[in-house]
Every structure is written in structure tokens, then in C-alpha cells.
């Protein structure tokens, strides 16, 4: 029993009108005040009392001892921002509770006024990943992420059994869906998936050491295989499209707060850079997983327990397609339509100037995600598509902590900490522009495997940003490195929730992801030190050289 459950049914099943006796001396025991102190401790330590006093605490101590140069607000900017950076790493409250500190911190310590704020929780990048949730919701409720995944992975299963193709089956699924929804609800989907298939394997057999036959140590190498292809393709699959996953939301953003009269991010310009990015990465996992777990008699031992008919079966209790189904991929497959051809080159503009480039991709997505509410299920009379009442898994979590960076981003700019910074870091102006966008990469990647990507890229792209302007390079060729890297979070399980759900499965070990994780991150590092400089030139336009602020 929780032993917080069991303090809350104590206390409640006494009676409460019983007076209290207060006693005049002190006649408790010696071990049992030790005892009474340990239980004080141990309340604390489990309401977590000492982590919620850290965030203020830091906060005070760099507000009464911190000095910048007689600029109390960027000074105030910095103690806010220990304030929630502790919140967040040390999860003293919930991750939506701390996202909304700056909406009271800021006006508080004079950074900005409640408005001005509040406004940075809802603008036109909210919107895009607010439908963006609301369709996969639509997704996950009709089961279409199921039935396209037992599609594609049939094709690939073989007969007999072919353990690479199906691991390459395995992780193209996985890349490909989590690119359209949220990392997290991807991983969990597709491990059901995986589940199914490795339930046909003995348990006995795949417990490390059962009996110590060569097909039980082959069950249990093409498990772990499965899980950490599912874990880890699901991160890389969300560098692909800006909806994949918030830090890419997140470093459109700070880039639109930032340079908001250079050319924008769109849709369309990530995906030239963050696809090929992806499916380099793809390629690469599917190499370590086949050369660190399968063998030659790997296919041999999984025929005995797997076929393709097993996942045609599952795919035939679906069912044929229904309307409801039919519709929502319809206007699933609009909106990235829509996405992809807003804004196309400045040669050949988008349909975006039908309207004075006074829309979004935002825009289109709440508009869509509207109509899924309009269009009728075909099930019942009156039932829609999708109701408010399919919406309570909304990931308001998410949202807020983006809404959270995007506030920081405008403190560090409104403060003057930008400036600040900007000053401080020019003893990097010598430093070879080519070897700094892998340093970031690296620095990001490192601190993402101890916090959220979110909060990781939410930290250090302000950080960036300055750094770009102090050494003379183009801002993004730092802040899209560090955006990345912060989604290179393979070797722990506190890097991202797609991990702790993968770990928890049991197939895997914490080794198995370090050794697994680190050359994938390694080969992260290098392909973007490559691709930067020559495809990210091209993509997002930095021939230009140096952005003022």
C-alpha cells in the first residue's frame, strides 16, 4: 500500500470532534520521538516539500546575491527561470502546473505584464499542436493507428519469418505514425503491437537465462530488438514534422519571437530538413538492431512462434474500413495537403496568398479539426465524428509547457537578459563556425537525458540564439542543433516518457538502452554536423549570414 494512502486513511478514519490533549511534559520515549522524526521526514520527503521550497529558494538566492550590471529585471528574468527549470527537473508539481508559473512569476518580479504574458499561452503555433492532439485523438478513437500498423508490418513479416524485414517493417511503422501525433501516444500504440506479437514467444524463455537454450537467448535478443526499435523510432520519427514532437513547435516559436521579420519556419521547410534527418537516423537504428540482436538462426527460431497469418488474423477481427474511419484519414490527409503547400518558395508562392499570408498552419488545423466535429460518424443519428467528451485525453500538458517557452522566450527578450548574455559570450567569436553547431548538438543531447526534450529545448535555445549573434553565424545554425539534439534522448529512461514506457515493458535493461542508444546518438551528432551546414543552408535560407536582433 502507498504509504501516502495509508497516512490519508488513518487520519480520516479518526474522529475528528474528539478533542485534543496537548500534554505538559515531554514523556515520549526516546525511540519513539526517533521514530516520529523519521515519519516527519519521510511526510516530507513524499510530499516533496523540499523540491517545491528549491524553485523559490533558487529563485532568492539569485535575486539577492546575482548582479548583471545594474539590470534588475534581466536579474529577476534568471532567478524566474531557476524558479522553473527546479520545478521541472525535479517534478515538485505537475509538468502543466509548472509550465503556468510564469503566468504570476512574470508579472510579479516586473519581467512583464500579465497580457503580455498570457498571450505567449495561445497564438498561432498552439493552435497547430492543440488540433494536431484533437485529430490523433480522432485517430486513436477509431483504431486507424492500429489497423495501418498491422497493414504495413504484415508486408514485412515474411514467410517464413524474416527478422530484419520485420524489424524494418516494425520501425517504418512506427517513424511514419509518429510523425503525425505526439511521441508518447505513438510509443504506447505501437508496444501494444509489439506486445502482441511477442506474447506467441514462451515467457519462460525469454526471462534472462531460461534454461539456457541458444532459441531462448534468440526469443529473448529479437524482444529487446522489438522494443528498443518501437522506443527509439518513435523520437526519431517526430523530427520529421513540426507536429511530430513540441521542441521542433518550440524552436518555431522562439524563432518567430526572436527574428520575427526573417523568413518563418513553415511546415513544409522542417520537413525538407527534418526528413531526410529522420530517415537517416531510421536507417541507422534498423542497422544496430540487426547487427547487435539478430543472428542467422534468428529467423529459423521466430517461424516456430510467428507468421504473417498471425497478424492478417488480427487485421481480419478489424473489420472493413467503416465511413467514420474513411472520413477522418480524408481529412486527415487534406490537412497535410494543406501543410505542405501553404508556403512552397519564394519563386512559387503557396495558397497562403489567397489571404494576404495572413494565415497560419494553425489556421487550417483548427479548421479541420472543426470539421471533425461537424461530419457525422454514420453510427448513430446525430453523432459526429468526434465530441468534446473524446477529448478529455487532451495533452494540456504539453500545450502549457509550450506556452511556458514561449513566455521565457519573451522574458529573455523584454528583460534584457538577451542582451546580457549576448555580451558574455563573445569570447567565442574566434571559435571555427563549422565545429560549433555539433558542440550545441551535443550540449542539448547531454541535459535532454536528465529532463524532457521539451524543457530541454525550452532552456538552451535562448541560449542559442545569443550565442549565434556573439560569434558571428547564422542564429539557426545553433538553435535547429540544439533543437535535435535535444531529441536524441536514447540512453535513459527519465529522457522521455516513450522510454519509461518502453522500459517498462521489462523486455529491456537500462544497459540496453545505453548500448544500444549511444552509437545512434553519436551517428545523430554526425549527420547533422553534415547536413547543417549544406541541406539546412539551403532549407532554411542562412547564405544570408548573420541575423541582427
Not at 542559442?464 to 535513459?492: D, N, W
Request: neutral net charge; hydrophobic residues 50%; aromatic residues 8%.
Amino acid at each position: 500500500m502507498d504509504p501516502r494512502r495509508a497516512i490519508w486513511e488513518c487520519s480520516s478514519s479518526e474522529d475528528v470532534t474528539r478533542p485534543l490533549l496537548l500534554p505538559v511534559h515531554d514523556d515520549m520515549p526516546s525511540t519513539t520521538r526517533g521514530r516520529s522524526c523519521c515519519s516527519a521526514l519521510g511526510s516530507v520527503l513524499a510530499n516533496k516539500y523540499l523540491a517545491v521550497a528549491s524553485g523559490p529558494a533558487a529563485c532568492a538566492l539569485v535575486c539577492a546575491l546575482g548582479d548583471l550590471g545594474g539590470h534588475p529585471a534581466a536579474r529577476n528574468m534568471l532567478g524566474v527561470l531557476a524558479w522553473v527549470f527546479l520545478w521541472w527537473i525535479t517534478d515538485a508539481v505537475p509538468l502543466a502546473v509548472a509550465s503556468m508559473a510564469p503566468l504570476f512569476l512574470f508579472p510579479a518580479f516586473g519581467i512583464a505584464s500579465a497580457d503580455d504574458v498570457a498571450r505567449a499561452y495561445m497564438d498561432d503555433v498552439i493552435s497547430l499542436v492543440l488540433g494536431s492532439f484533437i485529430l490523433a485523438l480522432a485517430i486513436e478513437h477509431y483504431s486507424i493507428h492500429r489497423r495501418l500498423a498491422l497493414n504495413i508490418t504484415s508486408l514485412f513479416c515474411g514467410d517464413p519469418v524474416k527478422p530484419h524485414l520485420l524489424l524494418l517493417g516494425i520501425i517504418g511503422t512506427t517513424v511514419f505514425i509518429s510523425m503525425w501525433i505526439h511521441n508518447t501516444p505513438c510509443t504506447v500504440m505501437m508496444i501494444q503491437v509489439a506486445t502482441g506479437i511477442l506474447q506467441r514467444f514462451p515467457r519462460d524463455q525469454l526471462v534472462e537465462g531460461g534454461g539456457g537454450r541458444r532459441r531462448g537467448r534468440e526469443l529473448q535478443r529479437f524482444s529487446k530488438a522489438l522494443v528498443l526499435g518501437i522506443t527509439f523510432a518513435s523520437t526519431i520519427g517526430g523530427m520529421a514534422t513540426l507536429t511530430g514532437t513540441g521542441a521542433n513547435i518550440i524552436l518555431v516559436g522562439m524563432w518567430s519571437t526572436y527574428f520575427p521579420e526573417q523568413r518563418p519556419i513553415t511546415f513544409s521547410s522542417w520537413m525538407s530538413f527534418g526528413l531526410p534527418m529522420a530517415l537517416l537516423l531510421s536507417v541507422a537504428l534498423w542497422a544496430t538492431l540487426c547487427l547487435m540482436y539478430c543472428t542467422k538462426n534468428t529467423g529459423r527460431v521466430l517461424s516456430d512462434y510467428l507468421d504473417r497469418s498471425h497478424l492478417r488474423r488480427e487485421l481480419s477481427l478489424m473489420g472493413p474500413m467503416a465511413f467514420a474511419e474513411k472520413m477522418v484519414l480524408a481529412v486527415f490527409g487534406a490537412l497535410i495537403v494543406l501543410w505542405m503547400t501553404r508556403s512552397l518558395t519564394d519563386d512559387i508562392p503557396g495558397w497562403a496568398v489567397l489571404f494576404d499570408g495572413k494565415v497560419g498552419d494553425g489556421t487550417v488545423t483548427i479548421l479541420m479539426t472543426t470539421l471533425l466535429f461537424i461530419i457525422p460518424s454514420g453510427k448513430n443519428d446525430g453523432e459526429k465524428l468526434m465530441d468534446w467528451g473524446k477529448c478529455r485525453k487532451l495533452q494540456w500538458h504539453i500545450i502549457l509547457l509550450l506556452g511556458a517557452g514561449f513566455a521565457i522566450a519573451d522574458g529573455f527578450k523584454s528583460s534584457g537578459l538577451t542582451d546580457i548574455l549576448s555580451a558574455g559570450l563573445g569570447f567565442l567569436k574566434g571559435a571555427p563556425a563549422l565545429a560549433i553547431p555539433p558542440v550545441a548538438c551535443v550540449f542539448s543531447s547531454l541535459i535532454t537525458e536528465f529532463t524532457s526534450d521539451d524543457a530541454t529545448t525550452t532552456l538552451v535555445l535562448p541560449l542559442l540564439a545569443e550565442l549565434g549573434k556573439s560569434i558571428g553565424v547564422h542564429p539557426l545554425l545553433l538553435m535547429v542543433p540544439g533543437t535535435v539534439g535535444a531529441q536524441l534522448s536514447y540512453l535513459l529512461p527519465t529522457a522521455t516518457p516513450g522510454n519509461v514506457v518502453g522500459f517498462g515493458t521489462g523486455y529491456i535493461t537500462i544497459k540496453d538502452m545505453v548500448v544500444t542508444g549511444l552509437p545512434i546518438k553519436l551517428f545523430g551528432v554526425a549527420a547533422l554536423t553534415i547536413l547543417m551546414p549544406t541541406l539546412g543552408s539551403l532549407v532554411f535560407g542562412m547564405e544570408s549570414g548573420v541575423v541582427a536582433l
